[in-house]
């Protein structure tokens, strides 16, 4: 499980770049809400009440998929297909990671966004009409209903370990990694090294969630198609077994 934590931190960091071009937007408006002569104390208050529910958000999200792996583990056994959770989202990974090598070769073409709805707008217009702190806040927990693949593809992962809790850490981690770009970008730092290293960046993220992937497989996911035999009595629990005669045979003894 920290392999897969430190790996999941790692993609997570990698593809930060990816986290300000779909939740910049939202950092300006968090970054704008105390006006252009506000101090920096509290426009750094408001950067990490953002990341504080946008933490929450990733925790709960982890929460629910780790809750619904967990269940399609038990009922993946009850048909003698074991940890199914972990082989689908270990699959989505490779193919993912795949997927992003092959992108980055100019051989498949980058997936467009998912178009963000009215609802999520107008709701997203509502909280941007709130006091600084409350819009900092709002905004963090509203970022998991963004359309955003990168997200759910850790969610996925999320599933994957079959527990909550597991889950949860999963989140955790991706969460931990989004905060340098996002919070730079919230207090004007900009991204420095982004120019050097964007040009690396396609590849080593690819394979760092292939990496993700394998770990999510080999961790989680051996699909067997039998259940699991019980365990064999060992020697010392045989010579360990009582000495006395069982009820059934006392008093009966052999001719």
């Known amino acids: ?27 300006a408006v968090v ?9 920096a104390r509290g426009r750094a208050g408001d950067q990490a009440l953002y990341h504080a529910g946008r933490g929450a958000s ?13 269940g399609v583990d038990r009922l993946g056994a009850v048909g003698g297909l074991q940890r199914v959770a972990a082989t ?9 990671g795949v997927g992003a090598l092959l992108a980055w070769r100019g051989l498949l073409p980058t997936l467009p966004s998912a178009p963000t709805s009215g609802a999520l707008t107008r709701a997203f217009g509502a909280v941007a009409r709130l006091g600084p702190r409350a819009r900092a806040l709002l905004m963090g927990a509203l970022t998991p209903l963004l ?5 759910w593809l850790f969610a996925a992962t999320a599933a994957g370990t079959g527990s909550a809790l597991g889950g ?12 340098p770009a996002l919070f730079g970008l919230g207090l004007g730092l900009g991204l420095a090294a982004a120019g050097a290293l964007r040009r690396h ?16 497989l080999t961790g989680r996911a051996t699909l067997t198609l039998a259940p699991p035999s019980a365990p064999a009595a060992t020697p ?20």
């Open 1 to 27: 499980m920290t392999a897969l934590l430190l790996a999941v931190l790692a993609a997570s960091l990698l593809g930060s770049l990816h986290c300000v071009g779909m939740c910049g937007g939202l950092v």
């Open 31 to 39: 970054a704008a809400g105390r006006g252009p002569c506000a101090a």
């Open 58 to 70: 990733y925790a709960a999200v982890g929460l629910l998929f780790g809750a619904l792996g967990a």
């Open 88 to 96: 689908v989202a270990g699959v989505a990974m490779l193919l993912w």
């Open 147 to 151: 359309p955003c693949g990168w997200l």
């Open 168 to 179: 949860a850490a999963v989140m955790g981690a991706f969460w931990v990694g989004t905060i």
């Open 201 to 216: 960046l396609p590849w080593v993220r690819g394979v760092t969630l292939l990496v993700v992937g394998a770990l999510t």
């Open 236 to 255: 010392a629990a045989v010579e360990r077994a009582p000495a006395t005669p069982l009820p059934c045979c006392e008093g009966h003894h052999a001719p």
